[in-house]
């Protein structure tokens, strides 16, 4: 708790807006975007897109998140150096905590996904409730992911720049403002390929909850190979990060 306060401190000080910008940033960003997106580029959207506008923030949402955590746990371990080799403490506080501070920013960044329902009359379901769900396997999957490149960032400080360009590229294969299911220009093979990406399940999950008014459980095939995927992520980083945190204070 106290760590996760003083990111927040650290990240807003001197902010004449302060937290508010959480909701600021992916507004105005969502509304360049749609803007941008529903005019210059409308033939590129798609068919078969519901209120565009909510479609895109809740991909921007979810996938600022996995790349806020994934970033900020992968050099959790680098800046709590000094603390580390002065005190012991639990190491795995380090990149639990940065994951936390995403999952905590993200959920005042929702903020931003209300005035934009409300904005162009989205019609609000129970099965909003549902959105719990993908939003707790993705933290899992994130804090997965997290400790894995929290690790390999201790002995390979190349890591940093590698990352970058993979979430660069993770995030034009997410559907965050396309449709590839309906998209002809895609074919069936490169649609199914899209579909091996953990984030295509959590960001239309999080859609089928908000926009389709649906559960996971309508594609359980999708969903078993997420709860394998994250099960799989989440048991080799805690692993790797068990075997390996004894050699940290020596690296680093």
Not at 6 to 20: A, C, I, N, P, Q
Not at 25 to 39: G, R
Not at 47 to 65: A, D, K, R, S
Not at 71 to 80: D, F, N, P
Request: one cysteine or more; charged letters at 10%; proline letters at 5%.
């Amino acid at each position: 708790q106290n760590l996760i306060g003083r990111d927040f401190k650290l990240k807003y000080r001197r902010s004449v807006l302060g937290v508010l910008w959480s909701v600021l940033n992916p507004l105005l960003m969502n509304i360049v975007m749609v803007a941008v997106f529903s005019t210059l580029f409308a033939a590129m959207r798609g068919q078969g897109i519901t209120n565009f506008p909510v479609y895109l923030i809740i991909g921007q949402l979810l996938f600022t998140f996995f790349n806020d955590a994934t970033s900020s746990a992968m050099s959790s371990m680098l800046g709590a150096a000094p603390l580390i080799k002065k005190v012991y403490i639990p190491k795995y506080i380090f990149p639990l905590e940065k994951v936390c501070f995403a999952l905590v920013n993200c959920v005042f960044s929702f903020v931003a996904l209300i005035i934009v329902m409300i904005f162009t009359g989205a019609p609000l379901h129970p099965t909003v409730l549902l959105s719990l769900y993908p939003l707790l396997t993705l933290f899992l999957f994130s804090l997965g992911v997290g400790l894995v490149l929290a690790t390999l960032t201790v002995f390979f400080r190349d890591m940093k720049e590698v990352v970058g360009i993979l979430l660069q590229i993770g995030m034009w294969v997410t559907p965050i403002m396309w449709n590839f299911e309906t998209m002809v220009q895609i074919p069936g093979w490169a649609i199914t390929v899209l579909k091996l990406n953990p984030m295509y399940y959590i960001v239309s999950g999080y859609r089928n909850a908000l926009i389709n008014h649906i559960g996971f459980w309508e594609d359980m095939g999708l969903t078993v190979y997420f709860w394998v995927v994250t099960a799989v992520i989440l048991f080799l980083g805690t692993t790797v990060f068990k075997r390996l945190r004894p050699h940290f204070a020596d690296v680093l």
